[in-house]
T-cell receptor, first 105, second 112 residues
């Protein structure tokens, strides 16, 4: 079955430190992966998608088909990055369990 | 303003009392879906609809019903709510290419 795994429920880093939120997927076809973010008291919203290869708010994510991963990275975390992050597989609209990122001052 | 709306935003009810959570989008999207969000389990899809009169089960459809009579509306119906349906519910919609889902603000349901 297709699935998306985010192994870390909670992740805490200090401001200015690098951050990596892990996402692994299982999909038999050609995967299309997204990262969504949910800031406190805001709606879930799209952060970035692998096909556009863009950097949004300093975050990047590379699809690694060999490792079946789509990890989200940022070299210098900011306090405003604190949020819930979801990895999602567009092909069947499935989401991972989410990682709550806390960036401490 | 392009958006997805849900009503009510908060609801406390008792076991067995039928309820409906409405969802509406003004973006002429074909695709609509319902998710529930529970701590540690993330977002799990309940039902989805590819277009009017086309609905299908997601991962956790038990205890829920949906209908898609109009393109803009996708209500979620709990015929006989139970405490294990206490959760935060999100409606979402996406255009034809399904490249991005737009989410509603969420409905927090408590069933006692």
């Amino acid at each position: 079955a297709q699935r998306v795994t985010q192994p870390e429920k909670l992740l805490s880093v200090f401001k200015g430190a690098p951050v990596e939120l892990k996402c692994n997927y299982s999909y038999s076809g050609s995967p299309e992966l997204f990262w969504y973010v949910q800031y406190s008291r805001q709606r879930l919203q799209l952060l970035l998608r692998h096909i556009s290869r863009e950097s949004i708010k300093g975050f990047t994510a590379d699809l690694n088909k060999g490792e079946t991963s789509f990890h989200l990275k940022k070299p210098f975390a900011q306090e405003e990055d604190s949020a819930m992050y979801y990895c999602a597989l567009r092909n069947d609209m499935r989401f991972g369990a989410g990682t709550r990122l806390t960036v401490k001052p | 303003e392009a958006q997805v709306t849900q009503n009510p935003r908060y609801l406390i009810t008792v076991t067995g009392k039928k309820l409906t959570v409405t969802c509406s989008q003004n973006m002429n999207h074909e695709y609509m879906s319902w998710y529930r969000q529970d701590p540690g389990l993330g977002l799990r899809q309940i039902y989805y609809s590819m277009n009017v009169e086309v609905t299908d089960k997601g991962d956790v459809p038990e205890g829920y019903k949906v209908s898609r009579k109009e393109k803009r509306n996708f209500p979620l119906i709990l015929e006989s709510p139970s405490p294990n349906q206490t959760s935060l519910y999100f409606c979402a919609s996406a255009g034809k290419e399904y490249y991005e889902q737009y989410f509603g603000p969420g409905t927090r349901l408590t069933v006692t």
